[in-house]
């Protein structure tokens, strides 16, 4: 089955900096990769995803890049603020739809002000 | 606001004791997914639901089983409890078969003694 690797497991920059988080997954038919952003006593919420026939997607501050060759994955996150301290999940699945999705195991982002 | 309601946000209980968390899915969802949150684990797949039966199960003990309502709400119970089982146990539902965008509830944080 999937196995998704998720790295660093924590990271911390300074309010304005960029932040990326790097995520490999061992299926090479897995073709949706959702980011999740979980705050704390909150459940993970979807911030951004991506499909294999995409190798980037920006929303804002925040962009996924795709390397299917590779099969590795990053969130950039840029600007960052203090409000973007919180643990990220990446995930990947082959058959949206039918199968459901593997995680990471998270990398906790603190912003320093 | 994801839209899905789980109950209760948190329950403590003892060893050998039995528990069921509730989980109401966003209006007109008709997948559910329980995921169970430790420490270091991250987020472990443990049942899907479409639509009343079973459609995957992933790292789930004999001793945990679920279903899914009529009205789409969902019921995972958990038997003999174990401190090992102490976790935030989290309800997702979708819309679309089953694995596309996946929107989490707040979670039960349960604690065994």
């Known amino acids: 089955g999937e196995n998704v690797e998720q790295h660093p497991s924590t990271l911390s920059v300074q309010e304005g900096d960029s932040a990326v988080i790097k995520c490999t997954y061992s299926?090479?038919?897995?073709?949706?990769f959702p980011w999740y952003k979980q705050e704390l006593g909150k459940g993970p919420q979807l911030i951004i995803d991506?499909?294999?026939?995409?190798g980037e997607k920006k929303d804002q501050r925040i962009a996924v890049t795709l390397n299917k060759t590779a099969k590795h994955f990053s969130l950039h996150i840029t600007e960052t603020q203090p409000e973007d301290s919180a643990v990220y999940f990446c995930?990947?699945?082959?058959?949206?739809?039918?199968?459901?999705?593997?995680f990471g195991k998270g990398t906790r982002l603190s912003v320093i002000a | 606001d994801s839209g899905v309601t789980q109950t209760p946000k948190h329950l403590i209980t003892a060893t050998g004791q039995r528990v069921t968390l509730r989980c109401s899915p966003r209006?007109?969802?008709?997948?559910v997914y329980w995921y169970q949150q430790s420490l270091d684990q991250g987020l472990q797949f443990l049942i899907q639901?479409?639509?009343?039966?079973?459609?995957a199960k992933g790292n789930i003990l004999e001793r945990f089983s679920a279903q899914q309502f009529p009205d789409l709400h969902s019921e995972l119970n958990l038997s003999s409890l174990e401190l090992g089982d102490s976790a935030l146990y989290f309800c997702?539902?979708?819309?679309?078969?089953?694995?596309?965008?996946?929107?989490f509830g707040s979670g039960t944080q349960l604690s065994v003694l």
């Open positions: 997702a539902s979708s819309g679309q078969g089953a694995g596309e965008k996946l929107f």
């Open positions: 299926d090479s038919a897995s073709n949706y």
């Open positions: 991506i499909r294999s026939n995409v």
């Open positions: 995930a990947a699945t082959g058959k949206p739809g039918n199968t459901p999705l593997v």
């Open positions: 209006s007109g969802d008709l997948s």
């Open positions: 639901y479409y639509n009343g039966e079973e459609r």
